[in-house]
């Protein structure tokens, strides 16, 4: 029998209702809250609910449907709108501003939010792409360049970090993502939280992150997007909360409500999921807002019957803010006055949207964001070097037969749609990134191995042929020593709403491939893409295959970083790439079942297993070649007994045995060998990014506290028992030295 000894269900934080003399707030905290609370008994109930309001102007980015045209400057002179979103102007944001605190009745500042989802002028490349750094404080380091772009643009507040774990690379939004592991995806997001917030969030230079989408947006059926939510609770706790819950842990001050319905209920009308879990037993104190619309569209998915019903769902599942439609606006006081939603809720609702107001220190100086200089914030050279080496490090070499690095004073035709793509290179959500300012692939390559000898054509469009494209490449190939292949998905195949059910590279361009193939030359493919595909035709064709992703604003100096052998690839994949698309949702750490597949011997019948296909992805979780080897031995236990709320720890020898210098991350691996629910066959609990010169060798420690080790069991408690582990450290999700440990 397992002991239990250590919850992580904060039950006695049920008392955590955000009261400014709640023992858990912060001194900052307390404060805001009294500030608001004194505020609060000047408003009137149509200014409090002015407040619980977010509304679009007719000339900002539009992120979704039906943006309601209305009177911007009336609406703010009223006390009718607490905040916009997705203004593109410094200048427009200031001039608001300054309407705000100068004619509306109480002055009350606006806040303004945008999706800073990858970098704001100098992108990054997009976050999934990220995440396959492994490189926790280099991720911290690019929300930080993030937030100070963000705020001398004069905006409060980014809708980031997207802490959806999905593994289906149907959903487009994978790539706003870290992949499919919780256990890395809880150390991105936390990190992503400290890099806009710093340590200060009254600084001119920080701004507020939101946890989105809340809750499990990443799991929609089938890969569609905006699709149904349903799984157990457990399955729930265990691999989708951890993320969401170590970004409130690291302080997120706002929090998104997802489109999807969750168990049944549409997110944004969920107490259970919006109070209950984030607030009682997460303990975030900071305000929500709606996703796009969300409110009222729960009267599109017919659980509210009208806008006027989906608003006081909202307001009593504790949603703070709506985000654009309208109804908390349109029908607050109402509800009010008819007793359904009470002025107690509303207070509540809007102490907390004031409360980050008064700690982003925009009662102090409401102008503060907007006023730095642009020339020597924005795409400083530094930042710039980051964000290249940001790629490099990104990009994930799947195959190579040698080709790679190419050698000096080789003759390159760079072909394919993303060869010269400065607006696809930046990705979804660009944030305030400008086409303009990328440095392509073409570019990059002319400035490393000199213009004459980088032949270009662009060879096809993304899903048609262009005329004359094919002979123009082969053209290019015979002239030319080796063939880079830039070719994938257009930025408008990446991100919000672009679900698919075939994720191979579109047939024009594998035309392209083949074309080239048949001169005969070498053909490298970078493959630009953000999310996992099904690579079979372009491993099984080309002589390498780098996935180079929506690379961001210096995309192009990373790639020739890499092909040059300048620098040694070094990322590791976030997202298994899946053998077919039949097989997804495929991720590392499936659950162990009643009648697993060992392997390929065992491959009969009354087996889970398909009947002509592998179960495991083309590219698992954590794989990545680089143009050195590393060797992984002496895996050592050592602490084989630990007593419960100890540490586990582990070590292994990671020596570089090719004749480079190069970086890899060494991950570890756990099971749990009996449990009161079934767990998984593998999960990440520890990684390390080293960085070793050639024939160098190094002893890597991890150390796992037992906490990390709890799960979600039969009575939806989570916490972690006694009994054995076997525990694995390699290179990849697929790592074979084995050690085992017990927890007494
Ligand atoms: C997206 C959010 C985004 C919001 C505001 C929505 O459509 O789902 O991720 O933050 O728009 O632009």
Redesign the pocket.
């Known amino acids: 029998m397992k002991k239990h000894i250590f919850s992580l269900m904060l039950v006695a934080a049920a008392a955590m209702v955000a009261c400014s003399d709640a023992p858990h707030l912060s001194l900052q905290e307390q404060e805001a809250y009294k500030f608001a609370d004194n505020l609060i008994e000047k408003m009137t109930l149509r200014e409090k609910i002015g407040q619980l309001q977010q509304f679009t102007t007719r000339t900002a980015?539009i992120?979704?449907p039906d943006g309601v045209k209305r009177d911007t400057e009336a609406c703010i002179r009223n006390g009718e709108v607490g905040s916009f979103?997705?203004i593109r102007k410094t200048e427009e944001m200031l001039r608001l501003q300054k309407i705000a605190v100068e004619e509306s009745r109480l002055g009350i500042p606006l806040i303004f939010?945008?999706?800073i989802?990858h970098g704001c002028r100098t992108t990054f490349p997009e976050n999934l792409a990220v995440s396959c750094t492994w490189d926790i404080e280099a991720i911290e380091h690019s929300a930080r360049i993030a937030a100070i772009e963000t705020a001398a643009a004069g905006i409060h507040w980014t809708?980031?970090p997207?802490c959806d774990i999905s593994a289906d690379p149907r959903w487009g939004?994978v790539s706003?993502g870290a992949g499919e592991d919780p256990y890395l995806g809880s150390k991105i997001s936390a990190a992503m939280v400290r890099g806009y917030q710093g340590e200060d969030l009254s600084a001119d230079n920080t701004i507020a992150a939101?946890i989105?989408?809340f809750a499990a947006?990443g799991a929609g059926q089938a890969g569609r997007d905006y699709h149904t939510v349903d799984m157990s609770e457990m399955m729930f706790r265990d691999r989708f909360l951890p993320p969401y819950r170590s970004a409130v842990e690291s302080g997120a001050v706002t929090a998104?409500s997802?489109?999807n319905d969750f168990m049944g209920i549409p997110a944004s009308g969920s107490k259970w999921l919006l109070h209950t879990l984030l607030r009682e037993e997460l303990g975030f104190t900071g305000f929500v807002v709606s996703?796009?619309n969300a409110v009222h569209e729960m009267v599109r998915h017919a659980t509210a019957a009208d806008g006027k019903d989906a608003a006081c769902q909202a307001m009593n599942a504790h949603l703070n803010m709506d985000?654009v439609y309208g109804d908390y606006l349109k029908y607050g006081e109402e509800l009010v006055k008819e007793g359904k939603v009470s002025e107690k809720r509303i207070n509540q609702l809007c102490r907390e949207v004031l409360a980050v107001k008064y700690r982003l220190g925009l009662f102090d100086d409401p102008y503060k964001y907007g006023r730095q200089n642009h020339d020597e914030v924005m795409y400083r050279p530094d930042n710039l070097q980051f964000a290249r080496e940001v790629a490099a490090k990104s990009m994930v070499l799947l195959s190579n037969n040698g080709v790679l690095p190419l050698k000096e004073g080789v003759k390159i035709a760079l072909i394919g749609p993303l060869a010269d793509a400065p607006r696809d290179q930046i990705g979804a959500?660009p944030g305030w990134g400008q086409a303009e300012h990328s440095v392509t692939i073409r570019k990059g390559l002319e400035q490393r191995f000199g213009a004459k000898n980088v032949i270009y054509a662009k060879g096809s469009d993304f899903r048609a042929p262009i005329k004359g494209g094919i002979d123009d490449a082969v053209r290019a190939a015979r002239k030319a020593d080796v063939v880079l292949l830039s070719i994938g998905l257009s930025y408008t195949e990446s991100g919000?709403a672009t679900s698919l059910t075939e994720i191979t590279v579109p047939e024009a361009q594998q035309a392209l491939l083949d074309a080239v193939k048949r001169t005969g030359k070498k053909v490298v493919v970078l493959l630009g893409t953000g999310r996992a595909m099904d690579v079979r035709n372009e491993i099984e064709k080309a002589d390498a295959v780098l996935v180079t992703w929506h690379g961001g604003t210096m995309e192009g100096p990373a790639v020739a970083d890499l092909v040059s052998g300048d620098k040694n690839p070094s990322g590791h994949l976030t997202m298994s790439f899946p053998y077919c698309v039949g097989q997804v949702p495929v991720h590392y750490n499936n659950k162990i079942t009643g009648r697993p597949r060992k392997g390929p011997e065992h491959d009969k019948k009354y087996l889970s297993r398909y009947m002509y296909t592998p179960n495991e992805p083309l590219f698992a979780f954590g794989y990545g070649l680089s143009y050195t080897e590393f060797e992984y031995s002496d895996l050592q236990v050592l602490t084989p007994e630990v007593s419960l709320g100890g540490v586990v720890k582990v070590s292994v020898k990671v020596k570089n045995v090719g004749k480079r210098d190069g970086e890899d991350v060494a991950q570890l691996y756990v099971r749990d060998l009996v449990a009161e629910t079934t767990r998984p066959m593998r999960e990440l609990k520890g990684f390390e990014r080293l960085s070793l010169k050639a024939g160098e060798e190094k002893v890597v420690e991890f150390e796992i506290p037992t906490s990390d080790l709890a799960y979600c069991h039969r009575d939806l408690t989570t916490y972690t028992d006694a009994g054995d582990f076997l525990v694995w450290a390699g290179a990849d999700s697929d790592a074979k030295l084995e050690g085992k440990f017990t927890i007494k």
């Open positions: 980015a992120t979704g979103l997705s939010g945008y999706d989802i809708f980031s997207m939004r706003e939101c989105k989408h947006y998104m997802s489109f996703d796009y985000m959500w919000e």
